[in-house]
């Protein structure tokens, strides 16, 4: 297989890996549970497509420990209940390692389920590993030393937004429009207690919350934002429910600015063009395809030529350079071993700069861009669903200065 730019980022372990023994011939099975059918399937059969890039990577480099590495997609439905059920179905089928992201409420029913699991089952235990739900109580109020999470919390995203809005004069009125569960609750609550402290003269005239992928019109809920005098939107929605809201802003030409966590989902960006909305949506993430860092812009050449997508997920990269890394340190691949190794871990990132696992609650605390999204300028050769608009970083907020305080209080294993 020919050697791809992909691993000068991701195997950074590789020197430490291919100094352990082999073990003994061996699949490692990681548990991919994220929905893959119905309004969430698109996000998250990107997901999985990306993780099995990921692994056909590894697998080409020989693998871990002489393991060779397999990604299992489970469809959750966007239900906690079925993520359960399939949860339990993984782990019987020989999976240690779970990975989800897409839904809070279900990341937060797997870590519950996951932490009474190795309760009960010594010598059995399982890790789960989050990549994209980013509800502040899972690292908070929850938290579990069998849980990393590689996104950073909804709070981690609305201080940097917040810090970025409170210089943009020309936010005044603000609607905020979000899905009804505890993702969306803990957007809403944090941008009105931030804002309040930044900027306490923005007038926020609306506030609301819908049910998550139920909704196939937004155009009452833009009739109200328009009615309100809105010059801004913050938004957590994500997939269709981002896509169909601004598709409802389009067809009623509101012209706002709009501060999101998911606008680069798919379809956003298609939306965003049709809406003309030129330099006016902004998006806050671990980075954007144009950061100008050579190792991320090779990685992205490189995916979108065998995937025919650009990278959704640098947290991916991120998470797997770390299992990766981990395994290596360990000498194994024990999931008690491997949570030993994760905390306090550092890492060149993905789109540069130094990140590290924090050991009080399993926070992965990295640099964040801001970026807005509209026609490509010199230096920016990457466009997004062919609509030849692409992110372009607008600002980057330092590790030290994304970190907010942490209420976990951890119960460890005494092993």
């Avoid at 350079?321 to 340190?329: D, N, P, T, W, Y």
Wanted: hydrophobic share 45%; net charge negative; charged share 20%.
């Amino acid at each position: 297989m020919t050697s791809l730019p992909a691993k000068t980022i991701l195997w950074a372990a590789a020197a430490i890996i291919a100094a352990v023994p082999a073990l003994a011939e061996d699949t490692l099975k990681i548990a991919y549970v994220d929905p893959l059918s119905g309004s969430g399937g698109s996000i998250g059969a990107l997901g999985l497509r990306t993780f099995q890039y990921l692994t056909e990577q590894l697998n080409a480099d020989g693998g871990l420990l002489g393991m060779k590495v397999e990604i299992v997609g489970y469809d959750d439905k966007f239900s906690a209940e079925e993520a359960l059920v399939k949860v339990q179905k993984a782990i019987d089928g020989g999976a240690r390692f779970i990975t989800e992201g897409n839904g809070s409420a279900v990341a937060e029913a797997i870590e519950d389920f996951v932490s009474a699991h190795n309760a009960h089952n010594p010598g059995k235990e399982v890790l789960y590993l989050n990549y994209a739900a980013v509800d502040p109580v899972l690292t908070n109020e929850k938290c579990s030393y069998w849980h990393f999470r590689w996104d950073a919390s909804s709070d981690i995203k609305m201080e940097a937004l917040t810090n970025f809005m409170k210089t943009r004069h020309r936010v005044k009125k603000l609607y905020l429009i979000n899905q009804d569960y505890s993702f969306g609750q803990a957007v809403r609550r944090a941008a009105r207690q931030m804002l309040a402290a930044k900027r306490p003269d923005i007038e926020i005239v609306g506030d609301e919350l819908h049910p998550p992928f139920k909704i196939t019109n937004f155009a009452p809920s833009i009739a109200r934002i328009k009615a309100s005098g809105a010059d801004t939107v913050i938004t957590g929605n994500w997939g269709q429910d981002f896509a169909l809201l601004l598709k409802a802003a389009a067809d009623s030409g509101l012209q706002a600015d709009w501060y999101s966590y998911y606008a680069n989902s798919p379809g956003g960006p298609t939306a965003i063009k049709q809406a003309g909305l030129a330099d006016r949506v902004f998006v806050i993430a671990e980075g954007v395809a144009n950061v100008r860092y050579a190792p991320a812009q090779a990685f992205e050449h490189a995916f979108r030529a065998r995937m025919g997508a650009s990278l959704s997920y640098p947290r991916v990269v991120n998470e797997m350079q770390m299992l990766a890394k981990a395994i290596g340190q360990a000498q194994s691949v024990d999931p008690v071993k491997i949570a030993a190794a994760l905390e306090d871990m550092k890492v060149t990132v993905y789109d540069g700069g130094e990140g590290f696992m924090r050991a009080e609650d399993h926070q992965f605390l990295q640099p964040l861009y801001i970026a807005d999204f509209g026609p490509l300028g010199w230096g920016q050769p990457f466009d997004e669903e062919n609509t030849g608009w692409g992110w372009k970083a607008v600002g980057r907020i330092e590790t030290p200065d994304t970190m907010v305080a942490t209420r976990c209080n951890m119960h460890r294993p005494s092993y």
